[in-house]
């Protein structure tokens, strides 16, 4: 039975490693059935907006997307595209793991997951200046919220995610020794729902500094970790840096009604064109994506493959070797055979 998904092919690499991640996901026996819509710059080329009713449409009837980066025009007054589809689609959870891939890094054997609220605290903030004797600018002010729905159906999300992934801890991260307001709900709240999972998943709360602090002395100690926004776009950056960066950092933005799929990276200009974009950050992507519509022995398989490519000796420049998205696709393909 083949399941209706949106896919975004993207701006700069997005093209490139879209291909090499269709191929291969024609190749596993993937039941999903394209629906290509554009979005970004190449849409803006198309149709002058950068997100338009056709693409929203068609990720309205599927609820389920696959996109590449898409390049925010510096200036000319968009919004970004990235922050409207996750609020259009209440995207509320941004989910985020990391695990070593490449042995004989700095880091080994790291496997975390960390849970990002995507909807409020200081990304959904009213800014703006105040003015003090002649400067208009004097003062900058930024009012961010959390509500407690939020906050609960978040850690909720986490905890639920750690049961049918067999995790067994979640880390609450917050500051509510100063944020006390801001944070603080989110701690009580999760809290609450913590006592929900008593017995089946364990819980702690680490204070966001310590929690980036420990990351980087003993990053073992986490299994899964629920944060809010702004700390959460931090720490999943740090904890990607511990398994080889960007290359490899997959992420998924899930709702009830829908859920996005994405690469962690941009679009990278710099290298766009040149065929030696690493694919596997969006591989890795579409195996959260198979998880997502219940085909896990699929992303079981992709992963496994992505284990023995890379345990063959294959890498793409970014990790220090010569090999093009070309070369990495055809060496997957072989694995996957
Ligand atoms: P970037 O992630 O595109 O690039 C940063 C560096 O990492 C560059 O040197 C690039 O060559 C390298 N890199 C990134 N992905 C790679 C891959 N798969 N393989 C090999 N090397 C890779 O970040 P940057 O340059 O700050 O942003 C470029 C554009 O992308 C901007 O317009 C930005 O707004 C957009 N962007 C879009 C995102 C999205 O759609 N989710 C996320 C982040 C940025
Ligand atoms: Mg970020």
């Known amino acids: 039975d083949k399941i209706p998904a949106t896919l975004i092919p993207g701006d700069g690499i997005g093209p490139e490693i879209v291909e090499s991640v269709v191929e291969i996901l024609d190749s596993l026996g993937a039941p999903f059935e394209w629906d290509r819509q554009l979005a970004g710059l190449a849409a803006v080329g198309d149709s002058g907006d950068p997100l338009p009713l056709a693409t929203l449409d068609s990720i309205r009837r599927t609820g389920l997307a696959l996109k590449g980066p898409l390049t925010t025009p510096v200036g000319g007054g968009f919004k970004s595209i990235n922050v409207t589809l996750r609020k259009e689609f209440e995207l509320y959870a941004n989910l985020r793991p990391a695990r070593t891939l490449i042995p004989g890094g700095r880091f080994e054997a790291i496997d975390i997951v960390l849970v990002r609220e995507n909807l409020e605290g200081f990304y ?198 010569t090999a093009g998205t070309r070369d990495l696709t055809d060496a997957l393909l072989q694995q996957l055979r």
């Open 124 to 321: 959904a903030a009213m800014e703006h200046y105040m003015p003090l004797g002649h400067d208009p600018r004097a003062i900058a002010m930024s009012t961010g919220f959390n509500t407690r729905t939020e906050c609960r159906r978040i850690v909720e999300y986490a905890f639920d995610y750690a049961v049918k992934n067999g995790r067994k801890k979640v880390t609450i991260v917050h500051k509510a020794n100063i944020l006390k307001a801001l944070t603080g709900l989110f701690l009580e709240e999760g809290r609450k729902v913590a006592k929900e999972y008593e017995g089946r998943v364990e819980m702690n709360d680490r204070i966001v500094d310590a929690c980036a602090m420990q990351l980087v002395l003993d990053p073992w100690q986490y299994d899964v970790i629920v944060t809010t926004n702004l700390f959460g776009d931090i720490l999943s950056d740090l904890i990607a840096g511990l398994v080889g960066g960007l290359g490899m950092a997959p992420g998924a933005n899930i709702g009830t009604d829908a859920a996005i799929f994405e690469a962690v990276h941009g679009s990278a200009p710099d290298i766009a064109g040149k065929g030696v974009a690493n694919p596997l950050a969006m591989l890795l992507s579409t195996g959260l994506m198979l998880q997502h519509v219940g085909r896990a022995d699929l992303a079981d398989r992709l992963t496994a493959g992505i284990d023995r490519m890379l345990a063959a000796g294959l890498r793409t420049r970014d990790l220090g070797g």
